[in-house]
């Protein structure tokens, strides 16, 4: 068993954390959490399972109107087996009296009625049979489409799974460093919580630090007297000074 050399730390005296040492922390932890929620929404597992959940609808929706296209085609032959059957019956009635007639003229009429009874017959079951046709292979094509269904599911609930995947490890990371902004929120006056929380709100980030002239929060040089306010103000409270440009808390 090694002796780890950190492990003697925490018997000495804490070192002095300023004021604006911990309002920095504060802000990276948000900041890091702030990241992390803009990346939750924003995870190109969004944009696959969203891929996989459009090819699923669209997968269903054909499968819907090839189901009333078949429901339709099983109504137009149907109506097409009646009509033919009643035009055979009145055919059958036709033939029946045809035997009855003697006058040449009426057995003509009669003739030239069968003739279109059997013409109107024929396209009746034209009808019939190119619905018949459509539908064996409209059947054919419903097999093959019904056949796609468990990909379309699997791949639908894998990218749901990598989706999850990403967004615990995601919460795991954003429920850590919540542990840590709530410690370092409680090392902070009420004073000083509620100036930041104020902030925040209205300007997203909170605390900026101030780099040479530039306060990196609005990214606005400062004149040499604001500089000097800053600088003085800071002195006076743990290093923290408001931006003169943007409101921000400037660490200096
Ligand atoms: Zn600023």
């Known amino acids: 068993m090694t002796t780890d050399p950190e492990a003697t730390e925490s018997s000495e005296p804490a070192a002095e954390v300023s004021p604006a040492e911990r309002i920095a922390a504060l802000q ?23 891929t996989a959940s459009a090819a699923m609808k669209a997968w269903e929706a054909k499968r819907a109107s090839m189901r009333n296209r078949l429901d339709e085609l099983t ?36 003739m030239h009625e069968m003739s279109t009874l059997d013409e109107q017959r024929d396209a009746v079951e034209t009808v019939e049979l190119e619905a018949l046709e459509e539908q064996a292979a409209l059947d ?35 429920a850590a460093i919540t542990v840590r902004r709530d410690a370092a929120r409680a090392e ?21 630090t101030l780099s040479g002239h530039r306060c990196e929060g609005c990214h606005l040089d400062l004149s040499a007297a604001e500089i000097d306010d800053v600088k003085d103000e800071a002195a006076a409270n743990g290093g923290i000074a408001d931006c003169p440009q943007c409101g921000r808390m400037l660490v200096v």
């Open 28 to 50: 990276a932890a948000d900041t890091e959490i702030d990241q992390l929620v803009h990346r939750r929404e924003r995870l190109p597992e969004r944009e696959s399972l969203a």
């Open 75 to 110: 109504g137009v032959i149907e109506k097409a087996e009646s009509e033919a059957a009643e035009l055979r019956q009145h055919k059958e009635r036709l033939e029946a009296q045809m035997k009855t007639v003697i006058a040449p003229r009426e057995a003509e009429a009669l």
């Open 140 to 174: 054919d094509d419903l097999t093959v489409h019904l056949g796609l269904e468990a990909a379309h599911r699997d791949t639908m609930s894998r990218a749901d799974e990598v989706l999850a995947g990403v967004v615990a490890e995601i919460d795991a990371e954003i």
């Open 188 to 208: 902070l006056s009420d004073g000083l919580l509620a100036r930041y929380d104020r902030v925040r709100t209205a300007s997203g980030v909170a605390v900026a």
